[in-house]
């Protein structure tokens, strides 16, 4: 088996893993701490920070690859990529341990949230893999095969964080804790 394979059979484990991880975690299969720590009612708007900010960088990145600055667009890249990370390790723990917030049901802006809730799940879903994948190009320097996918996984990965801050400030008024 050549490497690409291997990278390619690899990341989608990966991305399977986290998917069916954030599943595990919202149907609360399991066990819950008895004391939840108080760190975790902060978690949801480190996440929304953590989006914002990643949406900063990949715009900021997205300008230093057009100024031709490859090693700024790298660092940065690899910055918003780490950052994606501690959400992403952020937002598993918090939806493990918190309860659930639910959109008020005679809210009218109830099917704004669910549709942009609904498609930031899905996106975020299919672009991990994408990202990862960009990325494996990206630091192998197969910069034609790079710039094929990142013309997916950079608006997908962009309107993910987005919405992460939007669904944020739609659902944390309604927070209980």
């Known amino acids: 088996m050549n490497n690409d394979k291997l990278v390619f059979r690899i990341i989608m484990a990966l991305s399977v893993v986290v998917f069916v991880a954030v599943i595990i975690l919202n149907k609360k299969i399991l066990p819950v701490p008895e004391v939840i720590p108080n760190f975790v009612y902060k978690l949801p708007k480190l996440n929304a920070f953590i ?33 994606s990370a501690v959400f992403l390790l952020s937002y598993i723990t918090y939806h493990w341990m918190a309860q659930e917030t639910s959109y008020p049901l005679d809210n009218p802006l109830r099917p704004l949230y669910l549709t942009i809730l609904i498609s930031h799940i899905i996106l975020a879903a299919v672009v991990l893999p994408l990202i990862l994948l960009s990325f494996h190009k990206g630091l192998q320097n197969q910069v ?34």
């Open 51 to 83: 989006n914002g900010t990643c949406s900063l960088l990949l715009l900021l990145s997205l300008y230093m690859i057009k100024q031709k600055n490859i090693e700024v667009h790298k660092k940065l890249n690899i910055i918003t990529f780490c950052l």
């Open 144 to 177: 034609e095969k790079h710039k094929k996918l990142v013309r997916w996984s950079f608006p997908i990965w962009l309107y993910v964080t987005v919405t992460g801050v939007i669904v944020y400030l739609m659902i944390s008024p309604y927070y209980t804790h």
